[in-house]
């Protein structure tokens, strides 16, 4: 199970951009999707989730407010809309499979197989 995100760039501060997360070879209705995110020097933090099941969602208190989670399973692709960027923002945003859908689960990166190509955001004037 390998998930790429894609739609990274270069924005200024209080901007928004729009991540996408595409699955190749499988579909993603039955999976939780999460976002991750991994700053230079940092460890990588998980930032929000949605539930393959009820669609309930979860945001990690950083990006509460200013970024949606939202997925097509149709398309079998999940979206990260972000708005309202700050520098602190600034990070190279993965997108995976998730346990499940919680803050312990998404906190402690556990996942289901390995993970994809993350994609650049830089948030800068």
């Known amino acids: 199970v390998q998930l790429q995100a894609s739609g990274g760039g270069l924005v200024q501060p209080g901007g928004s951009l729009r991540l996408s997360c595409a699955a190749s070879g499988f579909g993603l209705y039955d999976y939780a999707i999460g976002w991750f995110r991994q700053a230079p020097g940092k460890e990588r933090e998980g930032i929000s989730c949605?539930?393959?099941?009820?669609?309930?969602?979860w945001y990690a208190d950083s990006v509460k407010g200013r970024f949606t989670i939202s997925r097509d399973n149709a398309k079998d692709t999940a979206y990260l809309q972000m708005t309202s960027l700050k520098p602190e923002d600034t990070a190279v945003y993965y997108c995976?499979?998730?346990?499940?859908?919680?803050?312990?689960?998404?906190?402690?990166?556990?996942?289901?197989?390995?993970w994809g190509q993350g994609t650049q955001v830089t948030v800068s004037s």
């Open positions: 949605i539930s393959g099941t009820d669609g309930s969602t």
């Open positions: 995976a499979t998730p346990w499940k859908c919680s803050e312990p689960i998404m906190t402690t990166r556990r996942i289901f197989g390995s």
